[in-house]
């Protein structure tokens, strides 16, 4: 984007996506993430709006869901109100959403056409070289789920590899918390292959986890459910919010991470960048 069209943009967009903590670089991979979404509330309609409001200024490529994509009927009218008619201006401009199944998603959405899960329950996709996104079934981890994630993890060659799926291996949530089986599993799988962000859902709150093994964990699970005051704080917690829904924006520019995550009213709730380290464990977030 131009200096004039920026400068444009911001004119046009309200207060709140003026304060971008992005960089927002020609060039550099932009993204959004959220999670749990799918209830068709006003709320998850008032994330979508924001979402397009930040759009305007911050042209993101793609939205990775993180599960629960769709609470309750799954009927084509379902698929309207609680996914097409909320993001109907990102999807009208062109942005992909690629989803991950969650505990309440029937696993016939890998057929859903705008969810670009080309009919599997787990897959993988390069938005740009160097840069390879992996999502997985967390629902049902069984041995060829994870023969193919690590066959797909030894081969990709990407600096970046970041894996995006329902249930958090690291978590402060009262009501789950971490799941241990599913960190028993996947855990080795990411320290032996250099994953460097883990992002889930599943917990109805923001959360930065303080980086374990040298990965970090984001979990961002209210674009349309919240359970209010639900965090610990414990020793996992780095930075969290409960007191409303969220979303968040990405961007990736050589070695660094960007991450910027948004509250419903268009407050930043979190901000920081991640420095990937070309040594096995070295990196970490630094936040705002």
Same mark, same amino acid.
């Given at each position: 984007?131009?200096?004039?069209?920026?400068?444009?943009?911001?004119?046009?967009?309200?207060?709140?996506c003026q304060h971008l903590t992005l960089p927002n670089k020609p060039g550099s991979l932009k993204f959004a993430v959220m999670g749990d979404n799918g209830n068709g509330g006003k709320q998850e309609y008032q994330v979508g709006e924001r979402m397009a409001e930040y759009y305007k200024v911050f042209p993101f490529q793609f939205v990775t869901m993180l599960g629960d994509n769709m609470y309750?009927? #799954?009927?084509? $009218?379902?698929?309207?109100?609680?996914f097409e008619e909320p993001y109907k201006t990102l999807l009208s401009a062109g942005v992909k959403f690629y989803a991950t199944l969650g505990n309440h998603d029937d696993p016939d959405q890998r057929n859903y056409k705008s969810f670009n899960m080309n009919g599997e329950r787990y897959y993988t996709f390069r938005p740009k070289r160097g840069i390879r996104f992996f999502s997985l079934d967390s629902n049902y981890?069984?041995?060829?789920?994870?023969?193919?994630?690590e066959k797909e993890l030894a081969s990709s060659g990407s600096d970046w590899k970041i894996v995006f799926f329902h249930h958090p291996p690291y978590s402060s949530g009262e009501t789950h918390g971490s799941?241990?089986?599913?960190?028993?599993?996947?855990?080795?799988?990411?320290?032996?292959?250099?994953?460097?962000?883990?992002?889930?859902?599943?917990?109805?709150?923001? #959360?930065?986890? $303080?980086?374990?093994?040298?990965?970090?964990?984001?979990?961002s699970g209210a674009g349309g459910q919240l359970r209010k005051g639900n965090i610990n704080h414990d020793e996992l917690l780095e930075k969290g919010f409960d007191q409303d829904?969220?979303?968040?924006?990405?961007?990736?520019?050589?070695?660094?991470?960007?991450?910027?995550?948004?509250?419903r009213a268009g407050d930043t709730i979190d901000s920081g960048v991640l420095h990937r380290a070309p040594v096995k464990g070295a990196a970490a977030a630094s936040g705002k």
């Open positions: 984007m131009t200096r004039a069209l920026l400068v444009l943009a911001l004119a046009a967009a309200p207060l709140w309750g009927g #799954e009927a084509p $009218k379902d698929f309207m109100k609680k981890i069984d041995k060829t789920q994870l023969q193919w994630f799941a241990m089986s599913i960190r028993a599993v996947l855990e080795p799988l990411f320290v032996k292959y250099n994953v460097s962000v883990v992002l889930c859902g599943h917990e109805h709150f923001y #959360e930065r986890v $303080k980086p374990q093994k040298g990965i970090q964990y984001f979990i829904r969220h979303f968040m924006l990405m961007e990736i520019d050589g070695d660094d991470l960007y991450f910027q995550a948004i509250s």
